[in-house]
């Protein structure tokens, strides 16, 4: 009798396998965005970048400076060298020769008005150039000479006709000045008026008669006061010298 022999049942049991993804053919889960860029590095600027530019200014010539001539260093000298009282004898020294000069203009105004008189009988005086004039005060001041400022008193007149060209002697006008040998004149002013304005002095007063070669001439004169002062024409002048000094530089 045979003898058969059987193996045991065979179990088997399925197997599971885990499944493996490659990282080129995994694919992102649905809905899922990408991942946000790394932000970019903020650029710094040093201080030296952001200052405004700077403007560069030519600088401006420098002013004229004035010098002015003092004589303090001649006090400041004397102190040092010979102490405090030569400084202080210096400095009364200038102030007496500033109080000396106010004194002497205060005489020599005081003797112009002692010496200034009004003439009682007036006489035509006649001058070889033909300009006739009437002493109406004798002045007592001094005479003025070339260059000297002289200030008067005008009024001016056509003969004959009685126009008013000129005239300083009303309240509301100022006196006229005149510096003695320039050049042009005052409107009002002639050649005659500075001929006789020589031989005056401060305080005088005179009438004068200006011939037409000595005024005007030929061609007249349009002074701007509405008065047209014709061809030829003969002037009539009151005068009176206010003042006579040196002019300033």
Excluded: H
Excluded at 82 to 99: D, K, M, Q, S
Excluded at 105 to 130: F, H, Y
Excluded at 231 to 247: G, H, M, N, Q, R
Aim: some cysteine.
């Amino acid at each position: 009798m045979a003898t058969s022999f059987s193996s045991p049942p065979f179990l088997s049991y399925p197997l599971t396998r885990t499944p493996r993804f490659s990282s080129s053919s995994q694919t992102p889960p649905p809905n899922s965005q990408p991942p946000n860029p790394p932000p970019s590095p903020k650029l710094t600027t040093t201080s030296s970048e952001q200052q405004p530019p700077v403007t560069v200014r030519e600088p401006k010539p420098p002013k004229p400076t004035t010098t002015v001539e003092t004589t303090d260093w001649i006090a400041s000298s004397l102190t040092r060298r010979f102490g405090l009282g030569a400084g202080l004898a210096w400095a009364a020294f200038l102030a007496v020769g500033v109080i000396s000069e106010q004194i002497k203009t205060r005489i020599e105004v005081s003797e112009q008005e002692a010496n200034t008189r009004d003439v009682e009988k007036q006489e035509e005086v006649v001058l070889p150039n033909g300009i006739r004039y009437y002493e109406l005060r004798i002045g007592g001041g001094a005479s003025p000479r070339n260059g000297d400022l002289v200030v008067l008193d005008l009024k001016g007149k056509i003969e004959g006709r009685g126009e008013v060209f000129i005239d300083t002697f009303d309240g509301d006008k100022k006196p006229l000045a005149l510096v003695m040998g320039s050049r042009p004149y005052t409107k009002g002013m002639c050649e005659g008026i500075e001929y006789i304005v020589r031989s005056m002095k401060a305080g005088g007063k005179r009438r004068v008669i200006v011939p037409p070669n000595l005024g005007f001439g030929e061609n007249g004169a349009d002074l701007g006061t509405g008065v047209q002062i014709p061809p030829f024409a003969t002037l009539e002048y009151i005068v009176e010298v206010d003042k006579v000094s040196i002019a300033p530089a």
